[in-house]
């Protein structure tokens, strides 16, 4: 022990025993404070909040007193190292090393506290857990003390340095992070000493491999080996992130060798039968791959930082591949044997195999001597497989009675998807040699399938002659009017009328009312129709929703409250979210909705933040539990919502029930009897009249035998109820319904991005020369009208806009999907359930990121993937373990990442998944430049972008993606910004029709740009002006026929355009800081088709707007909003807005009043009026004069402050 540290090991002592008497001291008075809330009230949890808070700083205070002389401490044992030869032993140093892990997991929890660039720290982190890995391969492979002193030596220096360095990361009052950056260079072989050290240390390793008599056994070396090849992995990852040269050069051979990687992780870390006897009949082999990988690693870094060593670099390469291949061989000998006895989607399977035998007419086999070869065998699988097809089209019905036929059926659909797997297989470079081993098990597998499958005809005496096939097209619905939510409300009405009241009146306290009842009652549908009434709007002033459900977070809890408060609520830390909920709900009426509610933990934790201002402030739950609402709210008893008597049940179903005008008595008759056994459940009716309206008589005698039976719970029986009508569905509905369970419950689910998954996922077939998004809208229009989807919420022009199904549906979703291997849910770490879902077809994971890295979910068949995470995981410091195993499921075709910020650029990973449809990604940063690599992603459809901050620039290359429809920027204030060097030399994005949002520099680009956009149908796009010609003083847009949606904001305010010229297809206009005088209006009011206008911001100046005749011919939706207008005139005899639904009129506070022509609209539906000070009155007087008119139907809101956002 060297001087200085034995000098200083007392004065340690002494202030680890101040610190300790300091912790005791503070923890009495908090534990005090707590034990004193038991049954407090209000203002009693109110004062101990600040006490709390108080308490808290005291104790850091406190605490931070000791910091100062505690960093000198450290600096003195810092520096007095262990000597090498003497104390830093092997087994010693894994304990060193496993505490600086443990350090720098601390780091990264407090990360906000002072602001340490995160990814510096994840990184020094991979790469300290590298160096520990390395040395214990190196340890269990027997290597002499000798063999490693150079290793030891070198790492040494290596750890000192990292103990130091974490240590000023958290407490150093300025951490050079140029430091951090250092160590992490000097881990990686960059220099040829270091790389010289690591190749050595693995060469005696891979030598060892092949000539020890070392005593341990294969088992046993086998997590050794894993946990290097995870370090490889990362590193690797951190090579290909990165744009570098070394990365450009040899982007092939570093994918290839990410893909191997990844292969062999999965052959070390699952232990099924089939890999383990692969693992020990090939230990050894493997055991030498894994060296030769990592000695390729250490060389790829060497060329990056040094270079010069390309030849060397391809030498290895194929060495490397030869070796590699002979496992590859040997494992494919086993994998379909293993994957006869996995399961596939078994939905919609006709539609599947006849996609698979369309790509076997042009397969892609990428070498050229083995391309006449694969083309045979691909013929006979064509041949032999619609053989197949026809075969099932005659026993499909007859598989559910038949054990046999479903096994065949089964059998038939593993070998059509593992069909599909060679082919794209190919079309991602992959050599048909390596497949070639497969191909032929497929082709005896057809064989045998095929065998039995005349066997079966002969035995039923049929012919085995292929038959003509004629496929099931959907029939697109009528677009008739589509049903909100609470439009089948029957029996409610005393009910509400009953909450409203209690909402509304008696006591100025805040109090708290529940609803109760068993699943399917109605709960939710009865609360949103209280929430939305007019009369609940006008007499709170805030009002917000929240859906709880079983599985919840706080912080979610609370993010969904302050979303109906407070903008930007995402700006709040973690911590803060209660407190900033009390400050904004604190002397304002209230009215929050806790819906679903479980247990009484949520309330709980949810409490404090609602504070009593003795305002008549009001919560509303919901539950299926008695219990749980008895328990918030013991002195009142919880509304019991009853179930709905025959008169209603019939009711109801009439009102779901199409054409029943001209049925006969009997079938009437047996309608109400169909009713009554529903046992007055709303959602069962419902989804019973969805049966009841797409089948033919036979049917309903069918349902009612079903419901006679009567030996099930109501609960059960509805479940059974659910089950006959999907058998119902035909075929192309089943899938898109059970396509619901990879949303969250109780999520509303925005119908455009649903249909656009629909799509990228396959769903929906081209009918004659219909679009797939208008046969899509067709697909959900069928299911709102079976019942089984809720309408959430219309669009301005009538259109869904958001869907979700019922928590007994969505239930069903999950369970049926997970039944028919439509889709897998993974909820939490389970290695076992890695194993089951390693031919998973789609995959949704709700279990925290860190577990996918220890989970093989990520499988090569996997085709698509949604990460739903609460909102904690969307700050996960760890979101690279799921991009970095993203390269061994390069066939994923639909990839939604939204909830996860993977950081703060654009991952490299992505380019490689080159099947990709469907892209949703998160990513945060203050700009960002997409790289030119996005151009290999030629079959992506839907590319939608969250949460950055600023400029999002495109490369060229996006001119190639000639398969892109939908370019969305959502969220924040990120815009998309094109390349503008020569456009016209490059291909037009002809099936473009959604960009948003999108920044033009000047009119003159907007031109350009969207001129090679020809059909886009719905633009979002901020307006730059150079305003130096006067030629760009008018906006010129009617070249785009397509357009049907624009929004449009002008940037710089201060620069003015002249005229408009919008397209005469226009059916929805957004616009604002046009300052266009009101005499050019006109413009607008005379497109022929425009349905919804939403004036905005300084659009249009000048005190007053003269409405012409005629103008707004089909105007079903006007907003006015933070205009400077005075007056507006329109006489009575004028016919304006002939179609006019609602008037929205809001933060115009000069606006004197509203024309009273507007009480001859006969269509004109509501009013609303936000924050117009000066017109109130005029509102007022209006409202009062139609009710002496008797016209109590047009609804007239009217609030003195503007809502939160335009």
């Excluded at 054409?659 to 009554?676: F, K, R, T, V, W």
């Excluded at 490689?912 to 203050?926: C, F």
């Excluded at 207008?1125 to 606006?1151: I, M, T």
Aim: proline share 3%; aromatic share 8%; with cysteine.
């Amino acid at each position: 022990m060297c001087g200085r540290k034995r000098c200083k090991v007392v004065r340690c002592e002494t202030i680890l025993l101040d610190i300790e008497k300091t912790v005791h001291e503070h923890a009495r008075q908090l534990q005090s404070i707590c034990l004193g809330l038991k049954n407090a009230n209000d203002r009693v949890i109110s004062d101990a909040r600040k006490l709390f808070r108080k308490g808290i700083k005291e104790f850091f205070v406190g605490i931070n007193r000791f910091l100062r002389e505690m960093k000198e401490l450290y600096l003195i044992f810092s520096e007095c190292s262990l000597e090498t030869s003497d104390s830093l032993q092997e087994v010693k140093l894994e304990d060193i090393m496993d505490s600086l892990l443990d350090n720098l997991k601390d780091i990264l929890q407090f990360m906000d506290s002072n602001g340490t660039p995160t990814s510096l720290i994840e990184g020094l982190e991979g790469n300290i857990r590298f160096l520990k890995n390395f040395i214990l391969l190196a340890i269990c492979q027997g290597l002499q003390h000798r063999q490693l002193e150079d290793l030891l030596s070198h790492i040494e220096g290596l750890i000192v340095n990292g103990a130091r360095l974490t240590f000023m990361c958290r407490y150093g009052d300025n951490p050079q992070m140029n430091h951090v950056n250092e160590l992490t260079r000097r881990i990686k072989p960059t220099e040829y000493h270091i790389c010289k050290i690591y190749v050595k240390v693995l060469q005696d390793v891979s030598l060892g491999s092949l000539l020890s008599s070392h005593p341990t056994t294969p088992g046993s070396q086998r997590p050794v080996f894993r946990d290097f090849v995870d370090s490889l992995i990362f590193i690797l990852w951190e090579l290909l992130s990165i744009d570098n040269s070394c990365a450009d050069t040899f982007s092939h051979h570093l994918q290839e060798l990410f893909g191997d990687l990844t292969f062999l992780r999965f052959i070390l870390r699952v232990h099924q039968k089939k890999l383990d006897e692969l693992y020990e009949k090939l230990h050894d082999l493997i055991k030498v791959v894994v060296c030769e990988a990592g000695i390729l690693v250490c060389y790829l870094f060497l060329q990056e930082n040094e270079g010069g060593i390309d030849k060397e670099l391809n030498i290895l390469f194929l060495e490397f591949k030869e070796k590699f291949k002979l496992i590859k061989v040997e494992e494919k000998t086993q994998k379909f044997s293993f994957l006869k006895s996995s399961k596939f989607p078994q939905t919609d399977m006709m539609r599947f195999i006849d996609s698979v035998l369309e790509k076997l007419k042009f397969p892609n086999p990428n070498e050229a001597d083995s391309a006449a070869l694969a083309k045979s065998k691909f013929r006979t699988i064509h041949r032999d497989l619609a053989f197949l097809r026809s075969f099932l089209v005659d026993v499909t019905l007859q598989c559910d009675q038949n054990e046999k036929l479903q096994a065949l059926q089964n059998r038939i659909v593993v070998v059509a998807y593992e069909t599909e797997f060679v082919l794209d297989s190919l079309e991602i470079g992959d050599a048909i040699q390596d497949l070639l081993v497969l191909v032929d098990t497929i082709i005896e597998e057809i064989k045998l399938i095929k065998n039995e499958a005349l066997e079966t005809f002969h035995s039923k005496r049929q012919t085995s002659k292929v038959q003509n096939i004629v496929k099931t097209n959907s029939v697109i619905p009528s677009t008739g009017e589509i049903p909100l939510l609470d439009e089948s409300v029957v029996g409610m009405e005393d009910e509400a009328e009953t909450i409203i009241s209690q909402l509304t009146r008696g006591t100025k306290q805040l109090d708290i009312f529940s609803i109760v009842g068993m699943p399917g009652l109605g709960k939710t549908t009865l609360t949103e129709k209280i929430y939305n009434d007019p009369s609940i709007v006008l007499h709170f002033h805030v009002r917000s929703w929240c859906c709880v459900s079983q599985v919840y977070s706080k912080r979610s809890l609370l993010l969904e409250i302050l979303s109906g408060v407070i903008d930007d609520i995402l700006d709040h830390r973690e911590d803060d979210l209660a407190e900033v909920l009390y400050k904004n709900l604190k002397g304002k009426r209230y009215l929050i909705i806790l819906d679903d509610l479980w247990d009484t933990s949520a309330w709980n934790s949810l409490r404090s933040s609602f504070p009593n201002d003795c305002n008549g402030s009001r919560i509303l739950l919901t539950s299926r539990l008695h219990d749980v609402a008895s328990q918030i709210k013991p002195d009142r008893e919880p509304h019991n919502l009853r179930s709905l008597n025959k008169d209603e049940s019939w009711e109801l179903m009439q009102k779901k029930i199409n054409n029943l005008e001209g049925c006969p008595p009997a079938l009437i008759s047996l309608g109400m009897e169909i009713a009554e056994l529903c046992k007055g459940l709303p959602l069962m009716i419902l989804i019973v009249a969805g049966i009841l309206s797409n089948t033919n008589n036979d049917t309903w005698s069918e349902v009612a035998e079903g419901l006679r039976k009567g030996t099930l719970s109501t609960s059960e029986q509805c479940l059974q109820t659910l089950e006959l009508s999907y058998s119902h569905l035909p075929d192309y509905l089943k899938s898109c319904f059970l396509y619901f369970g990879a949303f969250q419950a109780d999520l509303r689910i925005r119908a455009r991005e649903l249909l656009w998954l629909w799509i990228a996922e396959g769903f929906v077939e081209r009918t004659g020369k219909v679009c797939l998004q208008r046969v899509a809208e067709g697909y959900l229009l069928e299911l709102i009208q079976r019942n089984l989807v809720i309408v959430s919420e219309k669009g301005l022009r009538g259109k869904v806009k958001y869907c979700a199904v019922h928590n007994l549906l969505h239930d069903f979703c999950m369970a049926k999907g997970n039944e028919e291997y439509f889709l897998r849910c993974l909820k939490e770490y389970d290695l076992g359930t890695s194993i089951e879902t390693n031919t998973s077809y789609r995959l949704l994971v709700l279990c925290k990121i860190e577990d996918i890295a220890e989970s093989r979910v990520l499988s090569p068949r996997l085709r698509s993937l949604f990460f739903r995470a609460d909102y904690e995981e969307r700050y996960a410091r760890n979101w690279y373990n799921i991009l970095y195993n993203l390269c061994q499921s390069r066939l994923l075709r639909v990839l939604d990442l939204r909830r996860i910020n993977v950081g703060s650029f654009f991952p490299r990973v992505i380019e490689s998944l080159v099947h990709l449809r469907y892209l949703g990604l998160s990513i945060e940063a203050p700009s960002l430049t997409i790289p030119s690599s996005i151009g290999k992603l030629s079959n992506l459809e839907t590319f939608i972008l969250e949460r950055c901050r600023g400029d999002v620039s495109l490369p060229d290359t996006v001119w190639n993606m000639k398969l892109l429809q939908h370019l969305c920027l959502t969220g924040a204030l990120g815009c998309w910004k094109f390349p503008t060097e020569n456009p016209d030399a490059s291909p037009n994005l002809a099936n473009l029709e959604t960009l948003s949002t999108v920044v033009f520099l000047s009119d003159h680009t907007m031109k350009e740009i969207l001129r090679k956009s020809p059909n886009i149908r719905r633009l979002n796009c901020n307006l730059g002006a150079t305003g130096d010609t006067g030629d760009c003083m008018i906006l010129a847009l009617d070249f785009m026929t397509q357009l049907e949606s624009l929004t449009i904001n002008q940037i710089p305010h201060d620069f003015h355009y002249l005229h408009l010229e919008l397209p005469w297809n226009l059916k929805k206009l957004v616009i604002s800081n046009f300052h266009l005088p009101w005499s050019k209006i006109s413009v607008i009011g005379n497109l022929p088709n425009l349905e919804v206008l939403k004036l905005l911001k300084s659009a249009f100046v000048g005190k007053i707007w003269d409405l012409e005749e005629g103008s707004f011919p089909k105007l079903r939706f006007l907003k006015l909003a933070g205009l400077h207008l005075a007056r507006w005139n329109w006489s009575e005899s004028e016919d304006h807005f002939p179609c006019l639904n609602k008037l929205v009129l809001e933060g115009c506070r000069y606006l004197e009043e509203i024309p009273s022509a507007l009480a001859y609209v006969s269509t004109l539906q509501t009013i609303e009026v936000f924050g117009c000070k000066s017109a109130t009155s005029s509102v007022e007087i209006f409202k009062k004069t139609l009710m002496d008119m008797g016209n109590e139907d047009l609804k007239i809101i009217i609030q003195p402050t503007r809502r939160k956002r335009y």
